[in-house]
């Protein structure tokens, strides 16, 4: 797993791809315009100065120079490991792994998902090798949290389950957990109704975004409280891991509130566009 390619460079491909090249990998990231591609480079400049300033790594220039920014999809034909990290949209994601599997040539490439929620399985049969497509579902910050979700898909093959674990934790220093191919696998299926009752919260005027945020901080020893981590998360990416997991079990406590969708619809989606429960410079 020398050759490592990042298809999308937001908030979580910038970070996938940092830690790649963190690790000495060679790296090529997909943005799908110009203009993304340039974004996902100052976002990586930014991550990699603070590491340095830190003292975490000695050169952010020359971590850096182990990453490609492109928009052409067809550079990925030499990769070892493809990690998808694009919107959480089930048709755009399935139109993408039609094209890796066009595009990537060797028969031995794994080709993996970020995916919140979206089953494996749904991403691995429209390709000609579902043997060989995983989940390997990182957390944001990616060069902060250790975790790494594993998901197999029930026809993966046991081989590339074990070369994705290496990858994750010997080479990138992770540590992995072991999900099975359900969607919103482990960590999500848990936050999900937590973040989603801490907005009802809101919705209701039970109690302000402030106090339920103080309240898990300080009486719960969460590092943030719901509605600060649904404003780091993305409430677009929120909806629609949510609506993943309500399609797939159909339990209320999956439904997006109106509220949510509301706020989407506004384009309040948080920290990456300056306002969501909260506003920011
Ligand atoms: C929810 C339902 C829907 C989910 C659907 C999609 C989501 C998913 O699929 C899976 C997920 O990722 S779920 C979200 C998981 N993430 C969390 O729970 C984050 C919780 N928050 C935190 O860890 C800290 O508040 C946090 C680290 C953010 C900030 O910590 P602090 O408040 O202590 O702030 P700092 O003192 O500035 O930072 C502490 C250390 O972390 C470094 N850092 C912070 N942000 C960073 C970033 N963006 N990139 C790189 N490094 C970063 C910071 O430099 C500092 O480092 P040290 O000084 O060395 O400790
Ligand atoms: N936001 C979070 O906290 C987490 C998100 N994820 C998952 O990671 C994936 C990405 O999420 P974020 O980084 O938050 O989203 P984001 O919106 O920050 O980034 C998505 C990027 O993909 C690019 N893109 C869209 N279509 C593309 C295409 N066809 N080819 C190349 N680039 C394309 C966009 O230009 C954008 O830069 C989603 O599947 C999400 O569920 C997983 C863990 C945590």
Redesign the pocket.
């Known amino acids: 797993m020398q050759k490592v390619g990042v298809v999308g460079g937001g908030l979580m491909g910038s ?1 996938i791809a940092e830690v790649c090249a963190r690790a000495g990998l060679d790296v090529i990231v997909v943005e799908s315009t110009e203009a993304s591609a340039e974004a996902a480079k100052g976002r990586m400049t930014k ?1 990699l100065e ?2 340095e300033s ?1 003292g ?1 790594i000695e050169s952010a220039a020359a971590v850096l120079e182990g990453i490609r920014f492109v928009t052409d999809l067809e550079q990925l034909h030499d990769r070892d490991l493809v990690i998808e990290a694009i919107i959480e949209d089930e048709e755009i994601k399935t139109q993408l792994f039609r094209d890796l599997d066009r595009i990537v040539a060797s028969p031995d490439a794994i080709l993996a998902s970020n995916t ?2 979206i089953p494996i399985m749904k991403l691995g049969v429209v390709t000609s090798r579902p043997e060989r497509v995983i989940g390997i ?9 250790k975790l790494v979700e594993l998901v197999p898909s029930i026809v993966t093959d046991p081989a590339v389950t074990e070369i994705a674990r290496t990858f994750v934790e010997g080479t990138l220093g992770k540590e992995a957990i072991d999900c099975k191919d359900r969607a919103g696998f482990v ?2 299926a848990l ?2 109704p ?2 989603l009752s801490g907005i009802r919260m809101v919705e209701s005027g039970f109690a302000s975004p402030e106090d339920i945020d103080k309240g898990l901080v300080l009486g719960a020893a969460h ?2 409280g ?1 509605l600060a ?2 404003d ?2 993305g409430l677009d ?2 909806k629609a ?2 609506e993943s997991l309500y399609e797939e079990f159909k339990e209320p406590l999956f439904a997006a509130p109106p509220l949510l969708n509301r706020m989407v619809e506004a384009g309040l989606l948080g920290r990456k566009t300056g306002r969501g429960f909260y506003t920011y410079n």
């Open positions: 970070g991550s603070r590491a830190k975490k919140s929620s579902h990182f957390f944001n910050p990616v060069p902060v949290l960590v999500n936050l999900i937590f973040v590092p943030q719901p981590l649904a780091l998360i990416t929120t891991v949510a």
